[in-house]
């Protein structure tokens, strides 16, 4: 059988990778090139597509130089891409939505939380759409971002041609088709895919009647073709114009197609990066209160999905990593020795745990640093350190980094919690991302939830989920599953240490506590005026 080769490009948040894969799975190349963030002021953050699509040119073109394979054998390209919102004028231009109207600024970024007044607004409409989220929006979803670019700068908003997904931009560059992915759209656009229809009485109630003019009309399933690479887009990638492009995914929906897709019922998802996002699906719609969906068909066709999610993982642990005082001292070391820092931070966890049994015994993390996006629902949260002592150096860095990852890995666990009591059975966890990484964050997951971790073979799974896309929109396998069973390798497994159980279900206490606590702090400051 001729070989066949299926690209998948992931567009992060800090960076673009590529991969190339066969029909077995086996990766062949991979590249990563850095992108740009900007940050105007607080909450705002913003991308540049120009930045980002320059990148994907550079990657997917190298990374076909690196497989070194026959560019007639690549059958088929897929894109995954953080759910950031990208305004197009006419002609294709960028349109600025920064408020100094720099035109390169014409990405609001996921992670932006500027609009928290129009989410306020949206959520106020008590409209039944809401129901399919979780029962409100987050400020980290499309509607309220394009309201606040509605509310402050109406002109730009009626200059604007096209909103789009990253993912789905991403699609429209590679193929000049005006398109759009059931995923971004159901999980992002407040779009109710089981009805194919958006709610016309909330876009009215909020004054966004005419958004679905910006928005493509054509809605791809996931799975399907978009089209072919445009001759110049192919030239950009050293490949040719018979290239299927699948339709757009979301980030954390690739990892999870590629994690869930071989056997999707009961395997809940975890895919670990700058963000945190927990994707399980079922045959029956799940109402969860604080975790978004159901979604219909947003990540395998024919399943409902339920996403939960932590606006910061990976992000607060090189934050607080990067505000001790130690850490200059740390960053030294680390280049000096040609180790990662966090390397050095486990050993010294290592050496800390032969002394005390549980460093963090007393030191408590609330992580909810950029709100607390699932269950709680609250981007207003903030996070929170009990038992600070004025302990210095290494050891007290160490300590640090230790309790910031069990309060990520209590997150994870009061989600599952959440997930199980509205109704869903959880029967195996499976992981993928930064985190697969580093051991200590592994072992501190297993412990916190009391459930076994399986890890894929491939650690960039959210490519290989990418690549799947493509490997079924251009006819290769007949589904997910049947690619899912060909393309993704189990890999290793993690285990729950049970003499560790009684330490975590106490700190857990503690993680949900303090939660309550700052809601009455929060009550004092307000009744004083």
Same mark, same amino acid.
């Given at each position: 059988?001729?070989?066949?080769?299926?690209?998948?490009?992931?567009?992060?948040?800090?960076?673009? &990778?590529?991969?190339?894969?066969?029909?077995?799975?086996?990766?062949?190349?991979?590249?990563?090139?850095?992108?740009?963030?900007?940050?105007?002021?607080?909450?705002?953050?913003?991308?540049?597509?120009?930045?980002?699509?320059?990148?994907?040119?550079? *990657?997917?073109? @190298?990374?076909?130089?690196?497989?070194?394979?026959?560019?007639?054998?690549?059958?088929?390209?897929?894109?995954?891409?953080?759910?950031?919102?990208?305004?197009?004028?006419?002609?294709?231009?960028?349109?600025?939505?920064?408020?100094?109207?720099?035109?390169?600024?014409?990405?609001?970024?996921?992670?932006?939380?500027?609009?928290?007044?129009?989410?306020?607004?949206?959520?106020?409409?008590?409209?039944?759409?809401?129901?399919?989220?979780?029962?409100?929006?987050?400020?980290?979803?499309?509607?309220?971002?394009?309201?606040?670019?509605?509310?402050?700068?109406?002109?730009?908003?009626?200059?604007?041609? #096209?909103?789009?997904?990253?993912?789905?931009?991403?699609?429209?560059?590679?193929?000049?088709?005006?398109?759009?992915?059931?995923?971004?759209?159901?999980?992002?656009?407040?779009?109710?895919?089981?009805?194919?229809?958006?709610?016309?009485?909330?876009?009215?109630?909020?004054?966004?009647?005419?958004?679905?003019?910006?928005?493509?009309?054509?809605?791809?399933?996931?799975?399907?073709?978009?089209?072919?690479?445009?001759?110049?887009?192919?030239?950009?990638?050293?490949?040719?114009?018979?290239?299927?492009?699948?339709?757009?995914?979301?980030?954390?929906?690739?990892?999870?197609?590629?994690?869930?897709?071989?056997?999707?019922?009961?395997?809940?998802?975890?895919?670990?990066? *700058?963000?945190?996002?927990?994707?399980?699906?079922?045959?029956?719609?799940?109402?969860?209160?604080?975790?978004?969906?159901?979604?219909?068909?947003?990540?395998?066709?024919?399943?409902?999905?339920? @996403?939960?999610?932590?606006?910061?993982?990976?992000?607060?642990?090189?934050?607080?990593? #990067?505000?001790?005082?130690?850490?200059?001292?740390?960053?030294?070391?680390?280049?000096?020795?040609?180790?990662?820092?966090?390397?050095?931070?486990?050993?010294?966890?290592?050496?800390?745990?032969?002394?005390?049994?549980?460093?963090?015994?007393?030191?408590?993390?609330?992580?909810?640093?950029?709100?607390?996006?699932?269950?709680?629902?609250?981007?207003?949260?903030?996070?929170?350190?009990?038992?600070?002592?004025?302990?210095?150096?290494?050891?007290?860095?160490? &300590?640090?980094?230790?309790?910031?990852?069990?309060?990520?890995?209590?997150?994870? &666990?009061?989600?599952?919690?959440?997930?199980?009591?509205?109704?869903?059975?959880?029967?195996?966890?499976?992981?993928?991302?930064?985190?697969?990484?580093?051991?200590?964050?592994?072992?501190?997951?297993?412990?916190?939830?009391?459930?076994?971790?399986?890890?894929?073979?491939?650690?960039?799974?959210?490519?290989?989920?990418?690549?799947?896309?493509?490997?079924?929109?251009?006819?290769?396998?007949?589904?997910?599953?049947?690619?899912?069973?060909?393309?993704?390798?189990?890999?290793?497994?993690?285990?729950?240490?049970?003499?560790?159980?009684?330490?975590?279900?106490?700190?857990?206490?503690?993680?949900?506590?303090?939660?309550?606590?700052?809601?009455?702090?929060?009550?004092?400051?307000?009744?004083?005026?």
């Amino acid at each position: 059988m001729e070989q066949q080769y299926f690209i998948g490009v992931d567009a992060g948040s800090a960076s673009v &990778r590529a991969a190339v894969f066969d029909q077995h799975g086996k990766r062949h190349a991979f590249s990563v090139r850095p992108i740009q963030q900007f940050h105007p002021k607080v909450n705002f953050v913003e991308q540049s597509s120009t930045n980002i699509w320059a990148q994907v040119c550079t *990657t997917v073109k @190298e990374v076909v130089t690196l497989a070194n394979i026959n560019p007639i054998e690549v059958k088929s390209i897929g894109f995954d891409a953080t759910c950031s919102l990208v305004a197009v004028a006419a002609k294709g231009r960028p349109l600025s939505v920064a408020e100094n109207g720099n035109p390169e600024h014409d990405i609001i970024m996921w992670m932006d939380h500027r609009a928290i007044k129009e989410t306020i607004t949206i959520n106020q409409t008590n409209d039944p759409a809401l129901c399919y989220a979780g029962g409100e929006v987050s400020p980290e979803m499309e509607l309220p971002k394009i309201l606040w670019l509605k509310n402050h700068f109406p002109q730009r908003y009626q200059d604007v041609w #096209r909103f789009f997904d990253l993912a789905d931009f991403l699609v429209w560059k590679a193929t000049a088709a005006d398109v759009v992915s059931t995923c971004t759209l159901t999980c992002k656009w407040n779009y109710l895919a089981h009805q194919k229809q958006f709610s016309e009485k909330l876009l009215h109630e909020v004054g966004l009647d005419d958004l679905t003019d910006k928005v493509p009309s054509t809605i791809l399933e996931l799975g399907e073709k978009a089209g072919y690479l445009t001759a110049e887009v192919a030239k950009d990638f050293g490949l040719h114009t018979e290239v299927v492009v699948a339709g757009g995914i979301i980030d954390a929906h690739a990892g999870g197609l590629a994690l869930a897709g071989a056997y999707p019922e009961g395997c809940l998802v975890i895919i670990g990066g *700058t963000s945190n996002c927990h994707m399980i699906v079922s045959s029956s719609p799940v109402m969860v209160p604080g975790v978004w969906g159901p979604y219909f068909g947003a990540m395998l066709p024919g399943y409902w999905l339920n @996403e939960g999610g932590q606006s910061a993982a990976g992000a607060l642990v090189e934050w607080s990593i #990067r505000q001790h005082n130690s850490w200059q001292e740390l960053e030294t070391e680390a280049k000096a020795s040609g180790h990662q820092y966090y390397q050095l931070l486990n050993e010294a966890i290592a050496r800390l745990e032969k002394q005390e049994k549980y460093p963090t015994v007393h030191l408590h993390i609330l992580a909810d640093h950029h709100g607390n996006r699932s269950p709680r629902a609250n981007p207003n949260a903030k996070g929170m350190v009990s038992g600070l002592t004025l302990e210095n150096g290494r050891d007290a860095l160490a &300590r640090y980094y230790l309790a910031t990852l069990q309060s990520i890995a209590y997150g994870t &666990r009061h989600i599952i919690d959440a997930l199980v009591e509205a109704g869903h059975q959880i029967n195996r966890l499976a992981i993928c991302g930064g985190a697969t990484k580093n051991p200590l964050w592994l072992r501190e997951y297993t412990n916190a939830t009391g459930r076994e971790i399986h890890l894929p073979q491939e650690e960039d799974a959210v490519n290989l989920g990418s690549a799947l896309l493509g490997a079924v929109a251009c006819g290769f396998f007949a589904d997910f599953t049947q690619a899912a069973k060909s393309m993704v390798r189990d890999g290793s497994v993690i285990k729950p240490q049970k003499e560790t159980f009684l330490f975590h279900q106490a700190k857990y206490q503690v993680y949900l506590q303090m939660y309550h606590d700052q809601q009455q702090y929060n009550e004092i400051m307000q009744a004083c005026g």
